[in-house]
């Protein structure tokens, strides 16, 4: 008797709902989703939950599960009625998302207390979901694609070892002019027809040919500040990136102030102490840490150029419109993705910083193309049968080990906290399907420009404003100091 209730029970749950979807298109990426649910399942589902209650339900005059099965419905049929409500749900939704019906990027926007079991007849709801839209492939095989090489001589290495010296050398207090590359500390204001809009009190800024905030630059800052002296204030325009998380000046041109506190210039710094401060024994090792750092900067470079030829010619033809909202929810993941490769490419903080600054001047331009990419990639992936292996987890979490100096179980663990471990996941995909495409290309070389100098001071925050509240910053609680992967420093200034 029991064996017969079980495969009973078994045979109701695996038993498909009898579903009437339809679907309507809002747009390319939105669809407006209406189910109906016979009364032949919903009465199934109340016969389930009343086959798990009659054998407990309690009644006046009755023993614990010897009334009678009708008045055990009539007596706890509005209370039932919310599990069955709940169970529908669930099972309609996943039959729906595992139907032909749409590919959904999103959680539907399904207001749960407005739906109701009706006492007769079917049950309908209706919601809204983000889907990837429905496109043709484009041609992906024998692309012809520009690639950067370079191989690094002993020159490469000293050019780079001379620029990592600057930027680890102490700093000593100058009282004269401003010179290029001093480090110098501004009160820094903002304003827009002689009011103003913020202050940055005691800022300290390089004095580099370009200014980076996150909404917007300063190009030739360098010009602007040679030859002040301290107590020096220095006016400026300032366009705000069309991008800017205030609203309100997005595009505009405001006004800035950089009041001259002090200044600050590079003393020499000898080999062995700069080794000293990246944990290397000598000079020699040193050097050699910097071939490696070097030679992962020319791999990244080699994957971002050869991904944006192939993302141009993937994107080429998707038109599709793309909603504001999910281009703000997914810049998120795309900042956090693109700062994950640079921490495991041998990346200076500096350098990170000045690429981060550029990715939120243009976010929603640029996460644009990288969403249309990456639905195409992903349909490429599905049609090539391409996942992802735990091995490649492992791959990747020990090349961010090796940037940080942290281990890999540190890190896997805070990835999975943050929720980055899905971004991981998708990083890892889109490169097994563009290394598919390299694959099938056609390859031509072209000179990769050796970093030797720095040209970009990258602040971080905004003029117009705190950052946070549109884009939060993509933190694992790893923060590689370092610009030579594998060695954590010992000191150095901030």
């Given at each position: 008797?029991?064996?017969?209730?079980?495969?009973?029970?078994?045979?109701?749950?695996?038993?498909?709902?009898?579903?009437?979807?339809?679907?309507?298109?809002?747009?390319?990426?939105q669809r407006h989703v209406k189910v109906t649910i016979p009364r032949e399942d919903i009465e199934r589902y109340y016969k389930?939950?009343?086959?798990d209650l009659a054998p407990r339900a309690e009644l006046p005059g009755f023993r614990a599960g010897k009334a009678p099965r009708?008045?055990?419905?009539?007596?706890?049929?509005?209370?039932?009625?919310?599990?069955?409500?709940?169970?529908?749900?669930?099972?309609?939704?996943?039959?729906?998302?595992?139907?032909?019906?749409?590919?959904?990027?999103?959680?539907?926007?399904?207001?749960?207390?407005?739906?109701?079991?009706?006492?007769?007849?079917?049950?309908?709801?209706?919601?809204?979901?983000?889907?990837?839209?429905?496109?043709?492939?484009?041609?992906?095989?024998?692309?012809?694609?520009?690639?950067?090489?370079?191989?690094?001589?002993?020159?490469?290495?000293?050019?780079?070892?001379?620029?990592?010296?600057?930027?680890?050398?102490?700093?000593?207090?100058?009282?004269?002019?401003?010179?290029?590359?001093?480090?110098?500390?501004?009160?820094?204001?903002?304003?827009?027809?002689?009011?103003?809009?913020?202050?940055?009190?005691?800022?300290?800024?390089?004095?580099?040919?370009?200014?980076?905030?996150?909404?917007?630059?300063?190009?030739?800052?360098?010009?602007?500040?040679?030859?002040?002296?301290?107590?020096?204030?220095?006016?400026?325009?300032?366009?705000?990136?069309?991008?800017?998380?205030?609203?309100?000046?997005?595009?505009?041109?405001?006004?800035?102030?950089?009041?001259?506190?002090?200044?600050?210039?590079?003393?020499?710094?000898?080999?062995?102490?700069?080794?000293?401060?990246?944990?290397?024994?000598?000079?020699?090792?040193?050097?050699?840490?910097?071939?490696?750092?070097?030679?992962?900067?020319?791999?990244?470079?080699?994957?971002?150029?050869?991904?944006?030829?192939?993302?141009?010619?993937?994107?080429?033809?998707?038109?599709?419109?793309?909603?504001?909202?999910?281009?703000?929810?997914?810049?998120?993941?795309?900042?956090?993705?693109?700062?994950?490769?640079?921490?495991t490419s041998g990346f200076s903080q500096d350098q990170i910083k000045a690429r981060e600054n550029m990715l939120r001047q243009?976010?929603?331009?640029?996460?644009?193309?990288?969403?249309?990419?990456?639905?195409?990639?992903?349909?490429?992936?599905?049609?090539?049968?391409?996942?992802?292996?735990?091995?490649?987890?492992?791959?990747?979490?020990?090349?961010?080990?090796?940037?940080?100096?942290?281990?890999?179980?540190?890190?896997?663990?805070?990835?999975?906290?943050?929720?980055?471990?899905?971004?991981?996941?998708?990083?890892?995909?889109?490169?097994?399907?563009?290394?598919?495409?390299?694959?099938?290309?056609?390859?031509?070389?072209?000179?990769?420009?050796?970093?030797?100098?720095?040209?970009?001071?990258?602040?971080?925050?905004?003029?117009?404003?705190?950052?946070?509240?549109?884009?939060?910053?993509?933190?694992?609680?790893?923060?590689?100091?370092?610009?030579?992967?594998?060695?954590?420093?010992?000191?150095?200034?901030?």
């Open positions: 008797m029991n064996t017969e209730a079980s495969s009973l029970d078994e045979s109701v749950e695996l038993k498909k709902l009898n579903l009437s979807v339809d679907v309507k298109a809002n747009s390319a990426c389930k939950q009343f086959d009708q008045l055990v419905e009539k007596k706890f049929r509005k209370q039932i009625s919310d599990q069955v409500k709940g169970a529908l749900l669930m099972d309609s939704l996943a039959q729906v998302n595992d139907g032909a019906h749409f590919s959904a990027i999103s959680e539907p926007d399904l207001d749960y207390d407005q739906v109701n079991v009706p006492e007769t007849g079917s049950m309908t709801f209706e919601f809204d979901i983000e889907v990837r839209p429905e496109f043709e492939l484009p041609n992906w095989k024998g692309l012809t694609i520009e690639r950067p090489e370079r191989e690094f001589t002993a020159q490469d290495v000293e050019q780079y070892l001379k620029m990592l010296a600057g930027d680890e050398a102490d700093l000593v207090p100058v009282n004269g002019p401003i010179q290029a590359e001093d480090e110098v500390t501004f009160n820094i204001v903002a304003s827009a027809d002689g009011k103003s809009l913020f202050t940055h009190e005691e800022t300290s800024l390089a004095v580099l040919p370009v200014l980076s905030f996150n909404d917007g630059v300063i190009e030739g800052f360098d010009k602007l500040m040679i030859g002040k002296t301290t107590g020096d204030k220095i006016s400026s325009t300032f366009s705000v990136s069309e991008h800017a998380d205030n609203i309100d000046l997005q595009g505009k041109t405001i006004e800035l102030e950089f009041e001259v506190l002090d200044v600050k210039r590079v003393d020499t710094i000898d080999e062995n102490v700069l080794a000293d401060k990246y944990s290397l024994e000598s000079p020699e090792k040193l050097r050699e840490e910097i071939k490696r750092s070097l030679e992962n900067q020319v791999s990244y470079e080699q994957r971002q150029q050869v991904r944006n030829q192939i993302s141009a010619v993937l994107t080429d033809s998707a038109d599709w419109d793309l909603p504001p909202e999910l281009l703000k929810r997914q810049f998120r993941r795309e900042l956090s993705r693109a700062l994950m490769e640079l921490r243009d976010a929603m331009a640029r996460t644009e193309t990288l969403l249309k990419e990456h639905f195409i990639l992903e349909r490429i992936a599905e049609q090539e049968k391409i996942e992802d292996e735990p091995a490649d987890y492992e791959i990747e979490i020990a090349r961010m080990a090796m940037s940080t100096g942290d281990s890999p179980r540190r890190i896997r663990s805070r990835l999975e906290k943050t929720g980055q471990i899905d971004v991981m996941r998708n990083m890892i995909i889109e490169r097994k399907v563009i290394d598919l495409i390299e694959k099938e290309a056609n390859f031509k070389a072209m000179p990769y420009e050796l970093p030797t100098k720095r040209k970009i001071e990258a602040a971080d925050f905004s003029v117009t404003g705190d950052s946070s509240g549109f884009i939060p910053e993509a933190k694992y609680d790893v923060q590689p100091e370092t610009a030579i992967p594998g060695q954590p420093k010992k000191d150095g200034r901030d």
